[in-house]
Nanobody, 124 residues
């Protein structure tokens, strides 16, 4: 089974930048996939941030559009989330997700593989 491991979280001041990384390992890789990021604040449901499919179609939530950018390594097993101009409302635990399907959705229940999460804290 594919496993996901995130890294790169931390604490920054508003206006700063962070780069999250997600490495997929183990299991059998499908040429069709959707991979991306969700985030969660304590007491709230996990919310969609961004996804990319195996056709390299990208999708971003309106709250991060223009500030966050997905970058994918050529092996298609490592996905980065470059975050710039961070705001306090970006604070949360960021989870990497993956599903062996070319279809991406914004619903958390669609994804059957999740990483352990990495904390991002943005102070004002």
């Amino acid at each position: 089974q594919v496993q996901l491991r995130e890294s790169g979280g931390g604490s920054v001041q508003a206006g700063g930048s962070l780069r999250l990384s997600c490495v997929a390992s183990g299991g059998t890789y499908s040429s069709d996939y959707c991979m991306g990021w969700f985030r969660q604040v304590t007491g709230k449901e996990r919310e969609f941030v961004s996804t990319i499919d195996s056709d390299t179609n990208e999708s971003y939530d309106d709250s991060v559009k223009g500030r966050f950018k997905l970058l994918q390594d050529s092996d298609k097993k490592t996905l980065h989330l470059q975050m710039t101009n961070l705001k306090p409302e970006d604070t949360g635990i960021y989870y990497c997700v993956r599903r062996p399907s070319r279809t991406c959705t914004r619903g958390a229940t669609w994804y059957n593989t999740w990483g352990q999460g990495t904390q991002v804290t943005v102070s004002s």
